[in-house]
């Protein structure tokens, strides 16, 4: 049976060697020891700013995980320098190895961190929050999550789309909600006279200022837009919600207009 003394010289036996330095196994059980110690301050520090920030009325909930998602990642940096510190491991040595990692981040992770900074960006600037409605890369839904990689829209037909987060710092972003004016909606008509269009305008209006989702400012207009063999028309109108209440609205006034056109003995042409 090994002595006390043996199994002293089997654990301070160098195993590995790591920046110049030769570690054992007693190295390698203390640093173990240490970075379990550092996991568990990070994971609970990073808890108590998160719970501390979720309590303000002026920081998001997610803007709260991720403030604290990198109070956990300063906590490890500062955790790992320590941690080799404490075993004379030089990282200078170790610069060949961290330049070859960030080439291999800079190529291979590129796009995740240029998504999770945009993030960031958005929560800081806040141009947007979720609930606003938002048309990005031709997509328009209610924002639902801002992720690290990724925020969420809920669109008008029912499908959930993942927008990574460079779209809404490199592209052209519209918050319908911020706005506050709507969204134009446009509904064409055409007649044979000039007589039947003016009896045709003056009807579209009636109809339009009567719908209960047309917002009255704006309020509807009707423009002329062709002469010819027929009198073209574009009744415009503004509705508050841009994901369901544009084809609804339409579908309504186009009705309504045929129906209303038909009993006053006005033809519609195409």
Known sequence: MPTLGQWSQLFHKPLITIGGVQLSLANLLIASLLLVVVGFVARKISGLVEKRLSRRTDTTELGAKLIARWVAVGIWVVGLVA????????????????????????????????????????????????????????????????????????????????????????????????????????????????????RAEECALQLARSHPLVLSDPGPKVYLTRI?????????????????????????????LIQSLREKGILVRG
Do not use: C
């Open 83 to 198: 941690v080799a510190d404490l075993l004379n491991v030089r990282l200078t040595s170790l610069s060949f190895f961290a330049g070859a990692l960030g080439i291999g981040i800079g190529f291979g992770l590129q796009t995740i961190v240029n998504n999770f900074i945009s993030g960031l960006l958005i929560l800081t600037e806040r141009t947007m929050k979720t609930g606003d409605i938002i048309s990005v890369g031709g997509e328009t839904g209610r924002l639902i999550h801002i992720g690290a990689r990724a925020s969420v829209l809920q669109t008008g037909k029912g499908s959930v789309i993942a927008v990574p987060n460079t779209q809404f710092i490199n592209g052209p972003v519209v918050n319908w909600t911020v706005s506050g004016q709507g969204v134009a909606v446009t509904i064409p008509f055409s007649v044979s006279t000039y007589e039947e269009g003016e």
């Open 228 to 256: 010819g063999d027929i009198l073209a028309y574009e009744l415009v109108v503004w509705v508050e919600d841009p994901i369901e209440k544009p084809r609804l609205v339409q579908n309504d006034i186009n009705r309504a």
